[in-house]
């Protein structure tokens, strides 16, 4: 999967007033971000600002969405990185589970 082709999922799995109504920002390093704002039913690939922002390696988010990596094992093995909001990171596995 690309970004692009993730952004998009992610664009058709937010909806405004929607489960997730918080901002969270991905940042992926060299490949890129992707920015979601559930309240506003917005996804895109800017660096705007967020309740929370997870730094992960792109190949490590791709084992995430895929159900190959835990989430909790990776943010114990610093292979995910939570700025912010805890909360927000904790609400994002309903979200995720539709972009794969």
């Known amino acids: 999967m690309t970004l692009e ?3 998009s999922k992610a664009a058709a799995a937010v909806t405004a007033g929607g ?3 918080k901002k ?3 940042d992926f390093g060299d490949v890129g ?3 979601i704002d559930g309240a506003a ?3 895109d690939n800017s660096d705007s600002e967020a309740d929370a922002t997870v730094k992960v ?3 490590d988010f791709q084992k995430l969405a895929a159900g ?3 989430p909790t094992m990776a943010f114990m093995q610093g292979k995910l990185k939570v700025l912010g909001d805890m909360s ?3 609400q994002l596995q309903g979200l995720m589970s539709k972009f794969s």
């Open 68 to 70: 190959q990596m835990d």
């Open 24 to 26: 969270v920002k991905f």
């Open 33 to 35: 971000k992707l920015f």
């Open 5 to 7: 082709e993730l952004t």
């Open 19 to 21: 489960d997730f109504s």
């Open 41 to 43: 039913g917005n996804v």
């Open 57 to 59: 390696d792109w190949e």
């Open 88 to 90: 927000v990171a904790m």
